[in-house]
């Protein structure tokens, strides 16, 4: 491809983003392509200094709004230093969060008003939209019970530590976020066993990016 591929994994605490993002980055090297993985927040370095402060809660005692902003500011960084000119390269970008993880923390259970959120997304993302968004998803209460196993004795992080209902919220909008762009996201099951996950993730990519090529091809003729 002249152009890259950007795809965000998107989903509830212990859904298995880490692990199927690894396995995904594999098989697409495998297949000779340049691929690039990162998260949110952090993935360059003005966004990796706030990611501290966001995960760890220092933010929190100013409120969602302020703490929107942070990520915002994160993301502006990440997507300028990072992403684009991955893409522009012809990297395939494999991001863990993105802006449907704003959408939802900050603006759904964050409570914050939709053109505060969507006038925050239009300047931070500049028009880097992901070509396909996987939403792992995944009861929470199971979720929650595997990133607590994963993490041992380290003390939850600001997300992680909140009240079942709104991790339960969380998951109704990630939902809510796919029936409304389907075109964009797809979602798979995170509670089959990580082999199926791998599969149904691998199908989906080759999917989006053979419809993405296709496309590309139409325009130029």
Same mark, same amino acid.
């Given at each position: 491809?002249?152009?890259?591929?950007?795809?965000?994994?998107?989903?509830?605490?212990?859904?298995?983003?880490?692990?199927?993002?690894?396995?995904?980055?594999?098989?697409?090297?495998?297949?000779?392509?340049?691929?690039?993985?990162?998260?949110?927040?952090?993935?360059?370095?003005?966004?990796?200094?706030?990611?501290?402060?966001?995960?760890?809660?220092?933010?929190?005692?100013?409120?969602?709004?302020?703490?929107?902003?942070?990520? !915002?500011?994160?993301?502006?960084?990440?997507?300028?230093?990072?992403? @684009?000119? !991955?893409?522009?390269?012809?990297?395939?970008?494999?991001?863990? #969060?993105?802006? +449907?993880?704003?959408?939802?923390?900050?603006?759904?259970?964050?409570?914050?008003?939709?053109?505060?959120?969507?006038?925050?997304?239009?300047?931070?993302?500049?028009?880097?939209?992901?070509?396909?968004?996987?939403?792992? +998803?995944?009861? %929470?209460?199971?979720?929650? @019970?595997?990133?607590?196993? @994963?993490?041992?004795?380290?003390?939850?992080?600001?997300?992680?530590?909140?009240?079942?209902?709104?991790?339960?919220?969380?998951?109704?909008?990630?939902?809510?976020? !796919?029936?409304?762009?389907?075109?964009?996201?797809?979602?798979?099951? !995170?509670?089959? %066993?990580? +082999?199926?996950?791998?599969?149904?993730?691998?199908?989906?990519?080759?999917?989006?990016?053979?419809?993405?090529?296709?496309?590309?091809? #139409? #325009?130029?003729?």
């Amino acid at each position: 491809m002249s152009r890259g591929f950007f795809i965000t994994f998107e989903g509830g605490e212990g859904a298995g983003k880490s692990t199927q993002i690894t396995q995904l980055a594999a098989s697409l090297r495998d297949q000779g392509h340049d691929v690039i993985i990162t998260r949110e927040p952090g993935g360059s370095s003005g966004a990796e200094a706030v990611r501290h402060v966001l995960l760890s809660g220092a933010a929190e005692p100013f409120g969602p709004a302020m703490e929107a902003i942070l990520f !915002a500011a994160a993301r502006s960084d990440h997507v300028e230093q990072v992403i @684009r000119p !991955a893409i522009e390269r012809g990297a395939v970008v494999l991001c863990d #969060r993105f802006l +449907d993880s704003s959408r939802v923390y900050q603006g759904v259970t964050g409570n914050l008003d939709d053109d505060f959120m969507r006038e925050l997304e239009r300047v931070t993302v500049n028009g880097m939209v992901p070509d396909l968004t996987v939403i792992l +998803d995944i009861d %929470p209460e199971e979720g929650l @019970r595997r990133a607590s196993a @994963r993490r041992g004795t380290d003390a939850p992080d600001r997300f992680e530590k909140e009240a079942l209902a709104t991790h339960r919220r969380r998951r109704k909008a990630f939902l809510e976020i !796919a029936r409304a762009e389907p075109g964009r996201c797809v979602v798979v099951d !995170a509670s089959m %066993p990580a +082999d199926r996950v791998t599969a149904a993730i691998q199908r989906a990519v080759e999917q989006a990016m053979v419809r993405e090529q296709t496309g590309r091809e #139409r #325009r130029q003729a």
